[in-house]
């Protein structure tokens, strides 16, 4: 299993471009979540998604959108980007039932310009 | 809502020293307790967890940490570490009971634990 699958590693973007991060699982599990990381602040939810077609905010989706038409895939939006969206994004599974284990992918960074 | 309080945000020790890093947490309603680690320019990966049973957990590095409900803590400790236990580690809650909140964790800020040799 490749477990939790980031693209890109690192990406440069200009203030109002917008981008796509590329999530997938191959451990066909139902919960799928989107972080950010800042530094000195810990990780804040984005989005999560509980199985595919059903999605909802977590603490800070404001400026993303995210959408779970498969279990494998859980992409993340960016629309207009802003420098305040500078940061490493982090992709993470876990499957229904006992356990409680998120798995965790290798991040993206970002930096808005 | 819950939240989580890690009071160092950094903890340089030498090697083989002890080490503790602290976490308490708020919350209304039960919690799973969870302590993760960050290896540079990696993601996060599960270092122990409490969800019940013995308030004593262990991982397979060392490293173990115990629930104290009374004072809601969870700190985590290494009676002796290793220049490769450098990371940063963060502590996290999932609360047990309230519709959305049942399936995402609330991280702390994080602690960055240096050893030197």
């Known amino acids: 299993n490749a477990g939790v699958t980031q693209t890109p590693k690192f990406r440069i973007l200009k203030i109002g471009q917008s981008m796509t991060l590329q999530c997938t699982q191959d451990m066909n599990h139902n919960y799928m979540y989107w972080y950010r990381q800042d530094p000195g602040m810990g990780l804040k939810l984005i989005y999560y998604s509980v199985g595919a077609g059903i999605t909802d905010k977590g603490e800070v989706p404001n400026g993303y959108n995210v959408s779970r038409s498969t279990t494998e895939d859980f992409p993340l939006r960016l629309e207009l980007a802003a420098p305040s969206q500078t940061s490493v994004y982090f992709c993470?599974?876990?499957?229904?039932?006992?356990?409680?284990?998120?798995?965790f992918g290798p991040g993206t960074r970002l930096l808005v310009l | 809502a819950q939240s989580v309080t890690q009071l160092d945000s950094q903890v340089p020790v030498f090697e083989e020293a002890p080490v503790e890093l602290r976490c308490n947490y708020s919350s209304s309603v039960s919690v799973y307790l969870f302590w993760y680690v960050q290896y540079p320019n990696q993601g996060l990966q599960l270092l122990l967890k409490y969800l019940s049973g013995s308030t004593l957990v262990e991982s397979i590095n060392g490293f173990e940490a115990e629930f104290n409900k009374s004072q809601t803590s969870f700190h985590l400790r290494k009676p002796s570490v290793h220049i490769s236990d450098t990371a940063e580690y963060f502590c996290?809650?999932?609360?047990?009971f309230g519709g959305g909140s049942n399936y995402k964790l609330t991280f702390g800020k994080g602690t960055l634990l240096t050893v030197n040799p």
């Open positions: 993470a599974s876990r499957p229904a039932g006992g356990g409680e284990t998120q798995y």
């Open positions: 996290a809650v999932r609360a047990l």
